[in-house]
């Protein structure tokens, strides 16, 4: 008995399979990206959109960020932490290297925040790893780049009356 399921299926295995890595290689398309607001405590949020889910503390003399996310999206997360706060946002802090989480860096620096991370965050942004095909890793904008750093994480940062501790964790 001859099989002639196999031949006809294996064809639209391939396609299926081709176009799902042309879909995965597509850039996203952030213009319908939505931020979604979450609050958790009178002065603490988190803003998710797409990638990292933002940190944000709000407070009398401005507002601190965990992350950046992808730097297409900065002016809906402005638009969102203004609906939180319109005092300035002076402080973010980077917890690892994935564009998800460091993309909105220059974007935010030019804004005014001071950018904090690890030693080893920055170094990474400045030099970074290749691409899987070899080419060279593309290094971040000097903006981009933290300017308060240390090797084992930030430990505390007081500001409006409080202390807001940071601990250096493993990324994802």
Not at 17 to 23: N, P, R, V, Y
Not at 132 to 151: E, M, N, S, W, Y
């Amino acid at each position: 008995m001859l099989n002639t399921r196999g031949p006809r299926i294996m064809p639209l295995f391939i396609s299926m399979l081709l176009g799902t890595q042309a879909h995965a290689q597509q850039p996203p398309d952030f213009s319908k990206v939505d931020i979604k607001s979450t609050q958790l405590a009178d002065d603490f949020y988190t803003l998710e959109g797409m990638g990292g889910t933002i940190s944000v503390l709000t407070g009398p003399d401005g507002v601190l960020l965990v992350d950046s996310q992808f730097a297409p999206l900065t002016d809906k997360l402005v638009a969102a932490i203004r609906k939180l706060s319109t005092k300035p946002i002076r402080y973010l802090i980077d917890t690892h290297v994935h564009p998800d989480h460091t993309g909105g860096n220059e974007n935010f620096a030019k804004l005014g925040a001071v950018i904090f991370s690890r030693d080893q965050l920055r170094s990474r942004l400045e030099h970074p790893n290749p691409a899987p095909d070899g080419t060279p890793g593309k290094t971040a904008p000097p903006l981009a780049l933290p300017v308060v750093t240390g090797r084992s994480g930030i430990h505390s940062l007081r500001w409006g009356g409080c202390a807001s501790r940071a601990d250096a964790a493993r990324p994802h």
